[in-house]
């Protein structure tokens, strides 16, 4: 049975720092790109970052950029999304993402969200 279970969200101060994990099973992990999106309230859920599978290759969004890392420990089946410099505007639902495309088919599993919420 896949699954993902995201952890270490919570509430941070503007300017604080998270560590979010990802905790996989179930799937060969190795051989997924791992991603993390996030859902604000009213919004649409959107891309924060990606590790690639290969050769662990970075992509962030515009938003990020700077103030994420993300990393994969592949022979903990997890991946970590650390985020510092908090804003107010991160404040959202963070999701876990793994996904791969294997002749064709495309194989994308999700976790079930880990709530952050940047306030005073």
């Known amino acids: 049975q896949v699954q993902l279970v995201e952890s270490g969200g919570g509430l941070v101060q503007p300017g604080g720092s998270l560590r979010l994990s990802c905790a996989a099973s179930?799937?060969?992990?190795?051989?997924?790109?791992m991603s993390w999106y996030r859902q604000a309230p009213g919004k649409e859920r959107e891309l924060v970052a990606t590790?690639?599978?290969?050769?662990?290759?970075?992509n962030y969004a515009d938003s990020m950029k700077g103030r994420a890392t993300i990393s994969r420990d592949n022979a903990k089946n997890t991946s970590y999304l650390q985020m510092n410099s908090l804003k107010p505007e991160d404040t959202a639902v963070y999701y876990c993402?793994?996904?791969?495309?294997?002749?064709?088919?495309?194989?994308?599993?999700w976790g079930q969200g880990t709530q952050v919420t940047v306030s005073s």
């Open positions: 590790i690639t599978s290969t050769d662990g290759s970075t």
């Open positions: 993402n793994a996904a791969r495309r294997r002749f064709g088919v495309k194989y994308n599993y």
């Open positions: 179930g799937f060969t992990f190795s051989v997924y790109a």
